[in-house]
C-alpha cells in the first residue's frame, strides 16, 4: 500500500505548493467565488465581498486590484452576485462584518493575521495560494490548472463554524 | 392514479409554501465549479466523471445537440460496448457487452433514478419514456453489474437519463420534424417560475410514422403492420428556498402504438404509461437524507402476438426509496439505503389473476480514499424477494397459487479501484456480482400457442431463481493535452451463472415450454476509444469493440452477439454551420425467426456486417432558431431477420424562446 500512498501524497505536496507565489487566475477566481454557492448557508443576492491582500508586497496589491477588477466586471457565483473591497491584512479590524474573503497572493508573511481575523470573526477565506490553507489560515485552496481541484482545511471550517453541504464535500478534497 | 397525482400535487404545494427548496442535487452548480460532468450514478455519491471509480460515460447536452439524433437509443449505439437492434422502425432494444438479444432484461434504464423497467416483460420500451431529447441534460453509463446499488437486473449496465432542473435550467422550445417514411414529429417544452426559487417544466410531444421493413411479407406478416405512433405529457417541477431542504415532482403520460418482435414472431401493442414520483432530500446533521416514492402504471390495453393471439397486461409498480449520504473524517464517504418496491401484473387468460413480487434491500456503499491518487468504493446489498399470486387458477395451469408463495433472496456487491497514475492517466479496476432476476412473464405465465404454432402450452415457472452475473474490468484513460483529445481501453469479463432458458418438454402427452435456469455463459472483450469534443472547429471521436460471448446451452442464437463493431464520428463547426457524419460497422451475427408448424419451426440464418452512415448539417442563424438536416442509415441493413432498417431523411426546425 505504501508504494500508492507515496506517490500519492508526493502528488498532494505538488499540489499545494505548486501554487505558491502566482497571481490569482481568472479561472481561479471563477472557482473561488462558486465554492461560495456550495456554504449550507450559501451567500444570495449582492453579497460584500473581502479582498485580503498585502499591502507591503506589491505584487499582493496587484492581485487583489485584479481580483477586485474582475468581480467588478461580472465574476459571480450562481446565487450572488459580489461587492468587493479592498483590506490590507495589517488593518482587518475594518473587515469585521464581513462573512466571505478573497486572500490575494502574496500574504505569506501575515498568515498568522489573516487566521486570527477568520477565527475571531468566523470568515470563510478561499485562495489560490495553497500554502495559506496549508498553513491553517485560509478555509478553502483553489487550482484551476491542469485541472480544477478545491481542498478544504476541515480544522479551519470548523473553528470557524462554516459548513459545506455534505454532497459539496464528498466531490472535494479535504486536508 | 389521479389521487396519487392530487396528493403529490398537494406535497409539492405544501413544501413550497413552507418555503422549502428544489432540486435533490444542483448538478448545474456543480458542473459550473468543476467544469466537466458531475454524477450520482455511480456510487449513489455526487462526484465528478473524472473521479469516479467505476468506467463511466457521459453523452452531454451538447453531445446530444451535435448528434442528429431522434431518440436515445441512436445515441447509444454510438458508442462502444452497446448493441442496439431494431425490432421496428421507432422500437429497439439495447444490450450491453454482447448480449443484444431482443426484450433484453439485463440493462437498468433510470430517468433522474427512477426504475423505468416493465417488470411484466423484464424489458425497457423505450419509446415510452417521457423525455424529450432537448428536456436532457445528460445520460449517464455505467458498463459491468451494478446490482448492489441498482438492485436486481442491472448486471450488465446501468443508463441514467438526466434531466435539466425546472428551476435554473429555463428549457422553452418548440421542434417541428418532417421526414420519409410519412414522419412528422413535434415538441414544445416550456419553463414556468413559480416564484424565486421554484419552477415547472411542461412537455409535450406527439410523434408519427408510417411503418416499414418487415422482411417476410406473408400475409400473415402483413397484417402486423403498424405505424409508430407516439404521444408523451410530462411535468417536472420543483421547489427550492433555502439551501438544506429540496423537494421535486415528477409526472408523465405516454401513449404509444409499435410493432415489436418476441421470440422471433412480430407482435404490436398499444402501451399507456402513467407515472407520477415525488423526491425530497436534506441536509442534516446526520448527513444528505433522501426519500423518494413513485408509481407507475403500464398498461397493454390489447396486445396481439402472432404466435400467442391477443391478450390485455397491466403493470403496476410502487417504489419507495430512502437513503442518507455522509462523509466521516476527510477520506470516507457513505450511503446507507433502503429500497422497498411492489409489482402485480394482470394479464387475463395468461397469469391466472395477479402476479405480485414483493422486494426489500437495505445497501451499503463505502468509499475511501487512501491518498489523491487512489481511492477504492465498495458496495453490498441484500436483496429479499417475495412472490406470489392470487385470483383465479386457469384450467390448463400446472402450478397453483400456493406455488408461487415463494421467496428468493441474493446479495450483490460492488468493488472498484481508481488510481491515478499521472496527471493524464487514470486505471481502473472493478468486480461485482449482480443479479438478473426473471420477468414476471418467465415467473408466472400460462400462454397457448395458436394451432398454427403448434398450440402448445408456454408455461412461465415460479421456481426460477434470480441468475448471479460477475463482472471483472480493468479501463486505463488517457488524456493527450497536445490533441485536447482522451482514449480508453477497457477489458472485460462477464459470466452469467444459471441463465434463463425455455426448452421444450412433454408433459401428459403434451407438448410444452418451460422456463428453467440451466448453464451460463461468458463475455470476454475489448474496447477502444478515442474523443475530441469542440464547439468550434474540428470535433471527431471513434471507438471500437471487440466481443466474443461464449453460451454453453444452445438455444438457436448461442454465440451469435457482433464481434467487432466500429464507430466514427468526424464533424466542423464554423461560425452558424455544422457539419457531422456518424459511421458505423457492425459485424455479422444470427439471428432467429419462428415460423408457423407443429412443432415450431425455428429459423436460424446469419445477419450480414453492416455499415450505417449518418451525416447532418445544421444552421443556427440566431441563437434561438435552428435548423437541421439529418440523414440516418444511408444504406439498407438489418441487426435481426425479421426487420430491415431503410434509410430515413428528416429535416428539423427548432425554435428556443
Redesign the interface.
Known amino acids: 500500500m505504501s508504494r500508492f500512498v507515496a506517490p500519492g501524497m508526493l502528488f498532494l505536496s505538488c499540489l499545494l505548493l505548486s501554487d505558491a507565489g502566482n497571481a490569482t487566475t481568472l479561472n481561479e477566481l471563477k472557482v473561488g467565488v462558486r465554492v461560495f454557492d456550495f456554504l449550507k448557508s450559501a451567500p444570495h443576492g449582492p453579497t460584500p465581498l473581502a479582498v485580503i491582500f498585502d499591502g507591503r508586497n506589491g505584487a499582493s496589491v496587484d492581485d487583489a486590484r485584479a481580483i477586485v477588477g474582475w468581480v467588478n466586471s461580472g465574476v459571480s457565483s450562481i446565487k450572488a452576485t459580489f461587492v468587493p473591497s479592498l483590506f490590507d491584512v495589517h488593518q482587518l479590524d475594518a473587515a469585521a462584518d464581513y462573512r466571505i474573503a478573497i486572500v490575494a497572493d502574496g500574504t505569506d508573511a501575515s498568515y498568522e493575521l489573516i487566521r486570527d481575523y477568520a477565527l475571531r470573526n468566523l470568515v470563510l477565506t478561499v485562495s489560490s495560494d495553497l500554502s495559506c490553507m496549508r498553513f491553517g489560515s485560509c478555509t478553502v485552496g483553489i487550482a484551476s490548472t491542469p485541472r480544477v481541484e478545491v481542498v478544504i482545511n476541515r480544522e479551519v471550517a470548523t473553528s470557524c463554524g462554516i459548513e459545506f453541504s455534505e454532497a459539496f464535500r464528498m466531490m472535494v478534497r479535504e486536508y | 392514479m389521479r389521487r396519487i397525482v392530487s396528493l403529490a400535487a398537494l406535497g409539492l404545494t405544501v413544501l413550497v409554501t413552507r418555503n422549502v427548496q428544489a432540486q435533490e442535487?444542483?448538478y448545474?452548480?456543480?458542473e459550473?465549479?468543476?467544469?466537466?460532468p458531475?454524477t450520482m450514478s455511480a456510487t449513489g455519491?455526487?462526484?465528478?466523471v473524472?473521479?469516479t471509480a467505476v468506467l463511466m460515460k457521459v453523452i452531454t447536452a451538447e453531445d446530444i445537440r451535435r448528434s442528429g439524433a431522434r431518440n436515445i437509443p441512436t445515441l447509444l449505439q454510438r458508442l462502444g460496448g452497446i448493441d442496439v437492434v431494431h425490432e421496428s422502425p421507432d422500437s429497439v432494444d439495447v444490450g450491453f457487452d454482447g448480449f443484444n438479444q431482443v426484450l433484453n432484461g439485463r440493462v437498468m434504464v433510470l430517468i433522474n433514478g427512477r426504475q423505468v423497467y416493465f417488470d411484466a416483460y423484464g424489458a425497457v420500451f423505450w419509446s415510452t419514456l417521457p423525455v424529450e431529447l432537448e428536456e436532457i441534460r445528460q445520460i449517464e453509463i455505467i458498463h459491468g453489474a451494478q446490482s448492489a446499488l441498482y438492485g436486481f437486473n442491472a448486471v450488465d449496465g446501468v443508463i441514467n437519463i438526466v434531466t435539466f432542473d425546472p428551476i435554473?435550467d429555463k428549457i422553452n422550445m418548440v421542434r417541428a420534424r418532417v421526414g420519409n417514411h410519412a414522419r412528422r414529429d413535434i415538441a414544445a417544452t416550456t419553463t414556468q417560475p413559480l416564484g424565486d426559487q421554484a419552477g415547472i417544466r411542461l412537455t409535450a410531444a406527439d410523434d408519427h410514422a408510417q411503418d416499414y421493413g418487415i422482411v417476410w411479407k406473408t400475409p400473415a406478416d402483413r397484417a402486423f403492420f403498424k405505424n409508430p405512433n407516439r404521444r408523451s405529457i410530462s411535468l417536472d417541477a420543483a421547489a427550492s428556498a433555502s439551501?438544506?431542504r429540496q423537494a421535486s415532482l415528477e409526472a408523465s403520460h405516454t401513449d404509444v402504438s409499435e410493432r415489436l418482435i418476441a421470440s422471433g414472431v412480430l407482435f404490436n401493442a398499444r402501451i399507456k404509461s402513467d407515472v407520477v414520483k415525488v423526491a425530497y432530500a436534506e441536509?442534516t446533521n446526520i448527513?444528505?437524507l433522501s426519500a423518494t416514492a413513485s408509481y407507475s402504471n403500464i398498461d397493454m390495453p390489447w396486445e396481439q402476438n402472432q404466435a400467442a393471439g391477443v391478450f390485455h397486461i397491466g403493470d403496476t409498480t410502487a417504489v419507495a426509496q430512502i437513503s442518507d449520504?455522509?462523509?466521516l473524517g476527510?477520506?470516507d464517504?457513505f450511503r446507507v439505503g433502503l429500497d422497498g418496491r411492489h409489482d402485480q401484473v394482470s394479464a387475463p387468460g395468461t397469469t391466472g389473476g395477479f402476479l405480485t413480487s414483493d422486494m426489500a434491500a437495505p445497501s451499503l456503499m463505502w468509499?475511501h480514499?487512501?491518498?489523491?491518487?487512489?481511492s477504492a468504493v465498495n458496495a453490498v446489498r441484500y436483496d429479499y424477494l417475495k412472490l406470489g399470486r392470487s385470483g383465479d387458477q386457469l384450467i390448463q395451469d400446472i402450478f397453483s397459487s400456493a406455488d408461487f408463495d415463494r421467496s428468493d433472496q441474493a446479495i450483490s456487491v460492488n468493488s472498484s479501484i481508481l488510481?491515478?497514475l499521472t496527471?493524464e492517466d487514470k486505471l481502473r479496476l472493478s468486480f461485482a456480482r449482480g443479479l438478473a432476476l426473471p420477468s414476471l412473464a418467465y415467473l408466472g405465465k400460462l400462454e397457448r400457442m395458436a394451432p398454427v404454432y403448434g398450440g402448445y402450452y408456454s408455461y412461465g415457472n415460479p421456481d426460477l431463481r434470480a441468475s448471479p452475473v460477475y463482472s471483472y474490468r480493468v479501463g486505463w484513460d488517457h488524456q493527450f493535452?497536445s490533441l485536447d483529445a482522451t482514449s480508453r481501453v477497457v477489458l472485460f469479463h462477464d459470466m452469467t451463472m444459471n441463465q434463463v432458458v425455455a426448452p421444450f418438454k412433454v408433459i401428459n402427452s403434451r407438448l410444452v415450454q418451460e422456463f428453467i435456469n440451466s448453464t451460463g455463459s461468458v463475455t470476454n472483450g475489448l474496447e477502444l476509444g478515442l474523443e475530441h469534443k469542440a464547439r468550434q472547429g474540428w470535433n471527431w471521436g471513434g471507438n471500437y469493440t471487440y466481443q466474443r460471448v461464449h453460451e454453453h446451452y444452445n438455444w438457436g442464437l448461442r454465440n451469435a452477439a457482433p464481434v467487432n463493431k466500429l464507430n466514427g464520428n468526424i464533424g466542423y463547426g464554423w461560425g452558424e454551420w455544422e457539419a457531422d457524419l456518424y459511421a458505423s460497422y457492425i459485424s455479422a451475427t444470427k439471428g432467429l425467426l419462428a415460423m408457423p408448424g407443429n412443432p415450431p419451426k425455428t429459423v436460424v440464418a446469419n445477419i450480414k456486417g453492416h455499415t450505417a452512415l449518418s451525416p447532418r448539417i445544421a444552421w443556427q442563424p440566431t441563437a434561438s432558431l435552428s435548423v437541421e438536416l439529418t440523414a440516418e442509415n444511408l444504406w439498407s441493413y438489418r441487426d435481426v431477420l425479421s426487420q430491415r432498417m431503410e434509410p430515413s431523411y428528416f429535416l428539423t426546425l427548432r425554435v428556443a424562446y
Open positions: 442535487f444542483d448545474r452548480a456543480a459550473s465549479l468543476f467544469g466537466e458531475v455519491k455526487p462526484e465528478r473524472s473521479d435554473n439551501d438544506d441536509e448527513g444528505r449520504l455522509f462523509k476527510p477520506a464517504s468509499e480514499r487512501f491518498s489523491p491518487n487512489l488510481q491515478s496527471e493535452r
